[in-house]
């Protein structure tokens, strides 16, 4: 297993004060296809788009096929992009191996298909940035959202939200949109409570950040539906079934909770230069 490059926290622009750092994660598994294309437009994207030094990790999570060699050579191509391999899969696992060790003030991730919208980008960051809020999250369902994708995804993205919000309480409208960002402080407090390692682990990292009560901002975007996706969507939906019962039981045992940074740290975040 690759370990992550650590970058300094300390970053200087030409003119001196400190320069904030994004770090945007990309998990893939047998992704050949469309790597490059999808790391090089959000390498350009973030160039021109975004006011605060990026990082691009590739989280290749146990692909079978040439990934890794893609994005080790992306990596040797642009100098803000690292990749980063792992020996098993889950979506989970790639995202809390990279997060648990980054020093970026603010870590990110999206789907490599890029079917949200990049515009989105800095409102997703922003408020994290400002201290505005502690996670945001991109939402197909608020509104001002834009989506474009077959009825069976609607149908089932929208039960299993209402199934969120009506038993598990969620005051968040979207779990599973891959586009979410964090303050780095704050996720790396809540990952060692967050159990699962695939696809509930988005929802779970929800859920635990609001019953702790922090503040999770959503932001609408347009979103369009990969055709190719490889999604076992009937698969996840039982998986996260199973989820929201083991984070109910583990409710009701009081063992969903962290320590998180106090508001009074969050708000001195917001004012850092």
């Known amino acids: 297993m690759s370990e992550p490059i650590l970058f300094p926290r300390e970053r200087r622009s030409p003119h001196g004060p400190r320069r904030r750092l994004v770090e945007v994660i990309v998990p893939v598994y047998n992704e050949q296809h469309v790597l ?145 960002a964090a303050r780095t402080e704050v996720v790396q407090a809540l990952l060692p409570v967050v159990e699962d390692e695939e696809w509930f682990f988005d929802t779970e990292l929800l859920l635990l950040a609001e019953r702790v009560g922090l503040r999770v901002h959503e932001v609408p975007v347009d979103w369009t539906d990969d055709p190719d996706s490889r999604v076992d969507i009937v698969r996840t939906a039982l998986d996260d079934l199973r989820g929201m019962a083991r984070v109910r039981r583990r409710i009701m045992q009081g063992r969903f909770t962290a320590a998180v940074p106090s508001p009074r740290a969050r708000a001195s975040f917001g004012m850092a230069a």
């Open 36 to 180: 490059e294309h999808s790391v090089r437009r959000l390498h350009d994207f973030l160039t021109t788009g975004l006011p605060y030094d990026f990082v691009i990790t590739i989280a290749d999570n146990a692909s079978t096929d040439r990934t890794w060699d893609v994005a080790r050579r992306l990596a040797d191509a642009l100098p803000p992009v690292r990749a980063v391999h792992l020996d098993r899969k889950g979506r989970g696992r790639a995202l809390r191996h990279v997060w648990s060790a980054s020093v970026a003030d603010v870590v990110a991730y999206m789907d490599v298909d890029l079917s949200t919208d990049l515009n989105g980008f800095l409102p997703l960051v922003m408020p994290l940035l400002s201290g505005h809020s502690d996670l945001a999250i991109g939402s197909r369902l608020a509104r001002g959202a834009r989506t474009t994708r077959g009825p069976k995804r609607e149908i089932i993205s929208r039960c299993y939200n209402l199934l969120l919000r009506t038993v598990m309480r969620a005051r968040f409208s979207d779990a599973q949109c891959g586009f979410k």
